[in-house]
């Protein structure tokens, strides 16, 4: 209170009502500005973002994979085309690979491999699942059954 009191005696008279003025042009300046930081009803609406369904299916390649030969190299790759966004994975969701085989994803390629030699002769039955990253659309997914043939 000592202080508000000296304080206010050493303005001037007509000073004061220029003080006042100044301080209710900085409120009136100041507080939209704090208004528009802090979130309040003032601040622009969030866009409203409306998400297109992707209407072409992924393609997968080749169609069937390869026969292969117990005891000899083997490699083949799976290649996805007419994807939106890129792969995100392609893993083996269900059956297995031949023992001596492995699969590989080529993360930026939007493919897989598959090498190695096989072990074992028989037919291997597995589905391969394929996802794509959504953003802008829905992402989208790919299930493929292949098989692979190992002769003796």
């Known amino acids: ?80 085309t007419k994807n939106v966004t890129p792969v995100g994975d392609m893993l083996i969701k269900t059956g297995q690979l031949p023992a001596g085989l492995q699969f590989v994803f080529l993360k930026g390629k939007d493919a897989a491999q598959i090498s190695g030699i096989p072990e074992e002769a028989g037919t291997f039955t597995f589905t391969l699942y394929v996802w794509c990253y959504g953003t802008m659309v829905s992402g989208q997914t790919l299930e493929k059954e292949y098989q692979i043939v190992v002769d003796e």
Request: net charge positive; with cysteine; charged share 15%.
């Open 1 to 80: 209170m000592k202080i508000s009191a000296q304080f206010s005696k050493k303005i001037i008279p007509g000073r004061r009502a220029a003080l006042l003025a100044a301080i209710l042009l900085l409120a009136l300046v100041v507080s939209p500005a704090c208004i528009m930081f802090t979130g309040s009803v003032t601040a622009t609406p969030p866009a409203q973002h409306h998400f297109e369904p992707v209407r072409d299916a992924l393609v997968i390649e080749p169609a069937a994979l390869p026969a292969a030969r117990k005891g000899d190299v083997y490699a083949a790759e799976i290649h996805i």
